[in-house]
């Protein structure tokens, strides 16, 4: 496509260089050797680019410091000027006897300057006046328009040079591009893969921490509560491949997990759930986010029934709100971080749009996008 795209620039302005006159005699005489010409330089074209390619290719080979540079262009262009001068002595050879064969079997002059009034009707030439011809017409303008024919066709070939040199860059340039791009890809999913094997033992450990709690006080309730965890527990694995969720299936996972809490907490904990029903099946939540921030809450704040520890959630789009009062613990246990960390890192995989944190003298706010 290259070749053929030079060719199309560069055969036209040949073909008015080298005729001095243009008739409709003249056009249609020469018209069956230009399209042969056509032909032949399109091949010429993509034997040069062929030429480049290697020498680029070996040159790297050598040094990949030297690609593109002084070294490379120089004999780029000493390799095209060589072959610019020797095409064009072979293509004024090679059209003299297109021509002679011509005018042997169609009986037409396509050096004639003038239209005669019926070409194809005037007297067949012989050879030797072909021959004839064709050197009185190297003789004077002829060998200026040989000089231009040849300077022509190494601009053309320079040209040809660097526009296959500029492409041949921005194609490694966007393969650059691809390349790096399917590296962030798979260490998205990678740090992805990472974080949501963190969630599972976590959830693991702090409900089984809340039903060693609940046997103790509550035999009964605790049967109960263990049904409930395998049932939040089968969430979790479920959505363990998963990027996003409904956050329909998160609400209704979320009702499980307030129960194990309520289970052990009781009055000392409410949990406030406002979120229009249209919206359950509209937007998209990272699976666990809601579970993780209420455990957060939970864990670093002090609760009691008289003074209950009172979590809200509401949709305010684009932003899903997780509020609670700030009633932070004289001492808390050991944590390895995951909670609130992980939310944000994980948006911060999958989204644009970042976590908002608003912490106040006497509020705790998280904002979590709505997805889509």
């Known amino acids: 496509m290259l070749a053929l795209g030079i060719v199309l620039v560069y055969l036209p302005i040949r ?29 010429f074209f993509r034997v040069w680019i062929g030429i480049i390619n290697y020498i680029q290719i070996l040159a790297g080979r050598v040094d990949k410091k030297i690609r593109f540079r002084f070294l490379t262009q120089l004999t780029i262009c000493l390799t095209g000027f060589l072959l610019a001068v020797i095409f064009n002595s072979v293509f004024v050879f090679m059209w003299v006897r297109m021509a002679t064969f011509y005018n042997r079997k169609f009986n037409v002059d396509i050096f004639a300057t003038q239209g005669a009034p019926d070409s194809f009707t005037q007297p067949v030439m012989n050879a030797a006046a072909s021959e004839l011809t064709f050197i ?16 022509l066709t190494i601009m053309a070939m320079l040209a040809t040079f660097y526009i296959f040199s500029n492409r041949r860059m921005l194609e490694s340039m966007a393969q650059i591009r691809v390349d790096a791009e399917r590296l962030e890809t798979e260490n998205m999913h990678a740090q992805l893969i990472v974080l949501k094997h963190q969630l599972s033992p976590h959830f693991l450990f702090n409900s089984l921490s809340i039903l060693t709690s ?52 009781e009055e000392k904990l409410n949990i406030v759930i406002s979120i229009p029903e249209n919206y359950a099946y509209q937007y998209l939540i990272v ?86």
């Open 214 to 265: 609940l046997i103790e006080t509550d035999p009964s309730r605790s049967v109960l509560f263990v049904d409930r965890l395998s049932k939040s527990y089968r969430y979790i694995l479920e959505q363990n491949g998963s990027e996003t969720v409904k956050l329909g299936a998160e609400l209704e996972f979320l009702d499980t997990y307030i129960f194990l809490l309520k289970s052990r907490f």
């Open 287 to 372: 699976p666990l986010t809601l579970q993780l921030l209420i455990e957060n809450a939970v864990k670093h704040n002090r609760m009691s029934e008289q003074n209950p520890l009172t979590v809200t959630v509401l949709a305010d789009p684009p932003f899903l709100i997780v509020s609670n009062p700030l009633r932070l613990r004289s001492r808390t246990a050991y944590s390895p971080g995951i909670g609130l960390t992980n939310i944000i890192k994980r948006y911060q995989l999958l989204s644009s749009s970042a976590v908002l944190v608003e912490k106040t003298e006497d509020q705790f706010v998280v904002k979590i996008p709505l997805l889509s």
């Open 136 to 151: 009185s017409i190297l003789t004077g303008n002829a060998s200026q328009k040989t000089k231009a024919n040849t300077g």
């Open 15 to 43: 073909i008015y260089v080298s005729n001095t006159v243009f008739t409709c005699q003249i056009v249609l005489n020469k018209l069956p050797l230009w399209i042969i010409e056509w032909l032949v330089n399109v091949i």
